[in-house]
């Protein structure tokens, strides 16, 4: 089992760099080079902190290449020898530690959208993060499934037809996460049969968005859905002031950890920490159940 947090590391002062589109008009597309290569330079010390503390699974930030898909970014970053070379040690520490690299395209990636440019915007974010992943040796883009738009079972078919056009380097890191309030894990396990995309499970969106369904049968679906496709990834939260707040605490309550274990069973998991305290939640987790990542 390795144990990972996303993007921000507590303990290392600097932190991602962006700006606004306006600077780029004023100071060129230099400016968006300049801090993408410091974002990558921060991945690398991030990454390399993770290792140094055996923490040897990792959400990369979705703002690593600035304004990414942005139309004032004419930058062809994903073939600058630059980013090139940075991505390239940063596969060499991925390989030589055997970590497992993630991304997560944020809230308005929504690829059952009814609205054509909605779904071709979505589509460009997917791309880039894709791309992002192919260079570092990134394994796992996760998303969740959208709207229901006044039609679940519409929005469903519509997500099954637009991933099914993926390109398909595209699909192929795409994971489907079951969310908190639309979507529950029986409707990314609909999505996934029709998609050969993994489902990943997330047990606090579960228990805030329960379905009808035992968890115990669901899960012996989900990890199907993994096979021939590397280990099920599973993300794990707590609540702020009880089990199912969806706003998340800063650490992960002890019983909770528990809980998910008893329900993956004998199955190889990595599991995806979603805390406030990022790494410390990790560390801390690590330390109370005496984990050693493999």
């Known amino acids: ?16 760099r962006t700006c606004r589109v306006a600077t780029v008009e004023k100071e060129g597309i230099e400016k968006i080079k300049e801090l993408t290569l410091q974002n990558l330079e921060l991945t690398k010390a991030i990454i390399q902190w993770n290792i140094e503390h055996n923490i040897l699974f990792y959400r990369i930030s979705s703002g690593v290449v600035v304004l990414a898909t942005h139309p004032v970014n004419t930058w062809d970053w994903k073939n600058d020898p630059d980013v090139q070379a940075v991505c390239a040690e940063i596969k060499i520490l991925k390989e030589e530690h055997g970590l497992r690299l993630s991304v997560h395209p944020g809230q308005y990636s929504v690829l059952n959208s009814p609205r054509e440019d909605v779904v071709e ?13 192919e260079l570092v040796g990134g394994s796992d883009m996760i998303l ?13 078919e519509r997500l099954v037809r637009n991933t099914q056009q993926l390109p398909p380097y595209v699909k192929e890191k795409l994971r489907f996460e079951n969310d908190d309030k639309v979507f529950n894990l029986e409707d990314v396990l609909f999505v996934a049969n029709q998609t050969e995309v993994p489902a990943c499970f997330d047990i ?9 369904e ?24 707590s609540g702020r002031t009880h089990s199912t707040d969806r706003s998340h605490h800063d650490y992960i309550m002890p019983d909770d950890f528990k809980r998910l274990i008893s329900y993956v069973g004998d199955t190889e998991v990595d599991v995806m920490v979603e805390a406030k305290k990022k790494n410390l939640a990790v560390l801390e987790l690590m330390q109370t159940f005496e984990i050693t990542p493999d």
Request: hydrophobic residues 35%; proline residues 4%; aromatic residues 10%.
């Open 204 to 212: 606090h969106h579960h228990f805030c968005n329960p379905s009808e």
């Open 121 to 133: 915007r979505t589509i460009d974010d997917l791309t880039y993060h894709a791309e992002l992943l």
């Open 144 to 156: 969740h499934l959208g709207g229901k738009y006044g039609d679940r079972q519409s929005a469903l």
């Open 1 to 16: 089992m390795k144990i990972g947090y996303a993007c921000i590391n507590l303990s290392l002062k600097p932190t991602f």
């Open 214 to 237: 035992a968890l115990e049968v669901l899960l012996e679906e989900v990890w199907e859905t993994w096979r021939g496709k590397g280990r099920p990834k599973v993300h794990i939260s």
